[in-house]
């Protein structure tokens, strides 16, 4: 071990190595602290030259590699496998925006840059970067593309994926590539770019990015409405899209049971009506015209106008029971700010209502199987275990649920028995429904063995394939994606 750590400090890195396994904790452990690894260093490198000798000091010696950028992986992507000989690589000191763009409205950056860090600098430039999600304050754009993640606004702008316009990628023999292009077509061969994102650092890893930015909306309107079943919400939906040209951003789920935990796990939480919502939708609308942002008679925006006008036409239709409009910035961050904290408050609902377990999972369908989903699913778990709870909620309008089980906490439930053939039942039932077991998490090393049971053979062969041809000391980030 020693001879390593002489190795490593003679790669002379501006930043120290951190051998004290005191001090790894903080990048060994999972942020659900399901998944504690192990490595023997932890490294910080300053720009890509940093990463390409150290990845060329790793296939060489046949060390894993893990990257890590802001550690909120919910499938412990960038956790270490326990008892594995693994150099971390934390990305958090390769954090400059190198520049905005603004007449291409582009940014490009490292890898480390923080997602909020990222709102703020573009806003100052009066443009919009919209990948949002409750991690925003300490997830990374390296983390985001690795992970192809989500969030609340896809509906309007699609994933990281679709938001990308160029990548720099260290491949795992040390190699430097070059494909940081800010245009909007290049029909040059194989698209290399998309197999880096959502790749999870096992191909190689991302060192800088060209982004794509949007103008600033100029105004943006959140509603809160209450509805009584998935099938309403969703034909809400269809009316929004229906009715308005871009103007809807996000289109979240909100039913009774994510308030029960909001309420449980917040100090004096202000509840947007009298009593807790059956269903419950948070939407919002923007526009980047000003036609929409000018006064009517009546003294509203025009903006305000077209969402009034639609919910009151969903009232008179019966899809919806009551609806709020958020009046100030205030209120309207006040409601964001719980569905950001959705995965924090149940985080603590697990502890504090002592479940012992909770099988996590992130689904997507097409929309019109959501709620069939939904009572084929309870049914299946009401013949295997009582007393379960589901905590359910997500991004509606991308048919994305998060969909939670909890164990009732009290002794030996069978739960814990239970557990696997409940997540494999409840697969099978989105496998039947067209659905995906895996919406915009990743896979990690959570589920990993689900990919291999329910991808499609022959694309996971060449999955595998394409894994070893550019990686074949198995060196990146092993023991997630494939196994
Ligand atoms: C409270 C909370 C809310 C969340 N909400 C959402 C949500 O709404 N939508 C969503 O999609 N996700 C969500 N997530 C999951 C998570 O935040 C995202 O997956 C995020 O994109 C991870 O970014 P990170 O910087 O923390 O990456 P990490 O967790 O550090 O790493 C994630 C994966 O990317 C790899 N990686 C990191 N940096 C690089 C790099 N530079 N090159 C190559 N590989 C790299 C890692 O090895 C790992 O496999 C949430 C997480 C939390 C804790």
Redesign the pocket.
């Known amino acids: 071990m020693n001879d390593y750590k002489n190795k490593i400090t003679s790669l002379n890195l501006k930043s120290k190595p951190i051998f004290d396994i005191e001090d790894h904790l903080k990048y060994t452990k999972d942020?659900r602290g399901q998944y504690i690894g192990d490595a023997i260093a932890i490294l910080k490198p300053h720009d890509k030259y940093e990463v390409s000798k150290i990845l060329k000091f790793a296939n060489d010696n046949e060390i894993s590699i893990?990257?890590?950028?802001?550690?909120?992986?919910?499938c412990g992507?960038?956790t270490p496998l326990k008892n594995s000989f693994s150099i971390i690589i934390s990305?958090e000191k390769m954090n400059n925006i190198i520049f905005i763009d603004k007449e291409s409205m582009t940014i490009t950056l490292e890898?480390g840059v923080i997602l909020s860090i990222i709102h703020e600098q573009v806003e100052k430039n009066d443009l919009f970067f919209p990948l949002s999600?409750?991690?925003k304050g300490?997830?990374?754009i390296?983390?985001?593309l690795?992970?192809n993640?989500?969030?609340?606004n896809v509906l309007k702008y699609g994933n990281t994926r679709d938001l990308c316009l160029g990548l720099e990628v260290v491949l795992p023999n040390g190699d430097i590539m070059n494909l940081l292009k800010m245009l909007k077509k290049d029909n040059t061969g194989y698209d290399l770019k998309n197999i880096f994102i959502g790749a999870?650092?096992t191909l190689g890893?991302?060192t800088a990015a060209t982004m794509k930015l949007f103008p600033k909306p100029k105004l943006s309107i959140t509603s809160f409405v209450e509805t009584v079943s998935i099938n309403n919400a969703i034909k809400l939906l269809n009316l929004f899209e229906q009715e308005l040209k871009n103007e809807l951003e996000a289109f979240e789920l909100m039913p009774k049971v994510f308030w029960e935990v909001a309420s449980n796990n917040t100090d004096n939480l202000s509840l947007p009506f009298n009593k807790l919502p059956e269903m419950g939708v948070l939407l919002e609308l923007t526009t980047t015209s000003t036609n929409d942002t000018l006064l009517n008679n009546e003294g509203t925006t025009f903006l305000h106008e077209k969402l009034e006008h639609l919910l009151s036409k969903a009232l008179d239709e019966e899809l919806i029971e009551d609806a709020i409009i958020c009046k100030n910035d205030l209120e309207r961050n006040k409601l964001w700010e719980i569905r950001e904290n959705a995965?924090?408050n149940e985080k603590k609902e697990l502890i504090n209502s002592h479940a012992k377990k909770c099988l996590k999972h992130d689904i997507s369908l097409p929309i019109n199987n959501i709620e069939k989903f939904h009572q084929e699913t309870q049914k299946m778990i009401s013949t295997k275990i009582k007393n379960t709870r589901t905590i359910f909620f997500g991004h509606l309008g991308d048919g994305n649920l998060h969909y939670n089980i909890f164990g009732n906490g009290k002794g030996d439930d069978g739960f814990e028995n239970q557990s696997q053939n409940i997540t494999e039942n409840l697969y099978k039932i989105i496998e039947k429904l067209n659905g995906s077991f895996s919406a915009?998490?990743?896979i990690?090393q959570l589920k990993k063995d689900n990919l291999r049971f329910f991808k499609d053979p022959v694309a996971y062969n060449l999955m595998k394939n394409i894994k070893y041809m550019i990686d074949p000391n198995n060196i990146m980030?092993p023991g997630?994606i494939l196994i």
């Not at 893990?66 to 919910?74: A, D, H, I, R, Y």
């Not at 993640?149 to 609340?152: F, L, R, S």
């Open positions: 942020w893990v990257p890590q950028g802001g550690n909120t992986s919910l992507g960038a990305t890898p999600l409750g991690a300490s997830c990374t390296g983390g985001n690795s992970t993640a989500g969030g609340i999870e650092g890893i991302i995965a924090e915009e998490h990743g990690g980030n997630k």
